[in-house]
């Protein structure tokens, strides 16, 4: 496979977005636009192919503001409602690409979407519209999408065994307390990790600045940019406290990551 692998952040907040509602502190009053986060996604581009890494309640302002004209397939990391719940505004992209879209995603991921989507899944004739799908188990092995080998990377997030994804020299890891040993084993060697960051103080499902930092130390990637970031961390000030090679990721970053014989940029 030839040429770059292009990553767009759709989002880079927490579950409750930033600005949070009702909340008036300055990250949530920040005029800075990389303050402003939806939740979190990200969308792959390669080779003609469009992939995109979980449905958030924002994926139709992301889709709009990102100019997304198709969708491939989706990956899915886990099951919860800030990571699935805009799967129905995948339907424009049947209309328009005339076909189902496959969705990718653990047993359990699968099983929650069909209870939250159920409609989608009737076999019964309906006379509204609904998303067209075609469902794909990922058991953890490596697998083959559209000439990119994915890679699913179990990750503790609190209690729950979640699912990150390595798809060659980038990996994409949100919402995680806890990366097992046998997981940082298969994570060597990358030109660009995402790591969940999501403040300073220590919570028990997602990993902190501190503990995340200590991640890319032990990784090494050439690059890393943190996301699923709460409003504790002002964008500007948390970069100045960063080392160079360490980021924090804002919705509309872009990025090209070079795959055998192509090339990449970040812009």
């Known amino acids: 496979m030839t040429g770059p692998l292009r990553i767009t952040v759709l989002g880079s907040g927490t579950s409750v977005g930033v600005p949070t509602i009702g909340c008036h502190c300055a990250v949530c009053q920040s005029e800075d636009p990389r303050d402003n986060r939806l939740r979190p996604s990200v969308l792959l581009r390669y080779n003609g192919q469009t992939v995109l890494v979980d449905t958030t309640p924002d994926f ?3 889709a709009l503001r990102a100019r997304i004209e198709r969708i491939d ?3 899915y990391t886990h099951w919860h409602a800030d990571h699935i719940m805009g799967l129905d505004d ?6 328009r ?3 189902t879209i496959p969705i990718y995603g653990s047993d359990q991921t699968l099983l929650s979407i069909r209870n939250c989507f ?3 899944f009737e076999e019964s004739a309906t006379q509204s519209s609904i998303p067209k799908l075609e469902t794909r188990s990922v058991n ?11 890679t699913p990377v179990p990750l503790l997030h609190g209690r729950d065994w979640i699912y990150g994804f390595r798809f060659g020299p980038a990996a994409y ?3 995680h307390s806890e990366i097992p040993e046998e997981s940082l084993a298969m994570l060597e060697g990358l030109e660009v990790l995402f790591l969940d960051a999501l403040r300073h103080k220590p919570h028990p499902t997602h990993s902190t600045v501190a503990r995340s930092l200590q991640y890319v130390e032990r990784l090494n990637p050439a690059r890393a940019y943190f996301t699923h970031i709460c409003h504790d961390l002002g964008h500007e000030r948390t970069e100045q406290r960063l080392p160079s ?5 804002f919705d509309g970053l872009e990025i090209s990551v070079a795959l055998p014989d192509g090339g990449g940029d970040e812009h």
């Open 118 to 120: 159920g409609y989608a």
């Open 90 to 95: 995948v339907r424009p992209f049947n209309f």
């Open 173 to 175: 890891l949100t919402d």
């Open 140 to 150: 953890g092995a490596s697998f083959d999408l559209f000439g990119l080998q994915v």
């Open 245 to 249: 090679r360490v980021r924090l990721a």
């Open 97 to 99: 690409q005339k076909g």
């Open 73 to 75: 397939a989706i990956l």
């Open 60 to 62: 139709r302002q992301q």
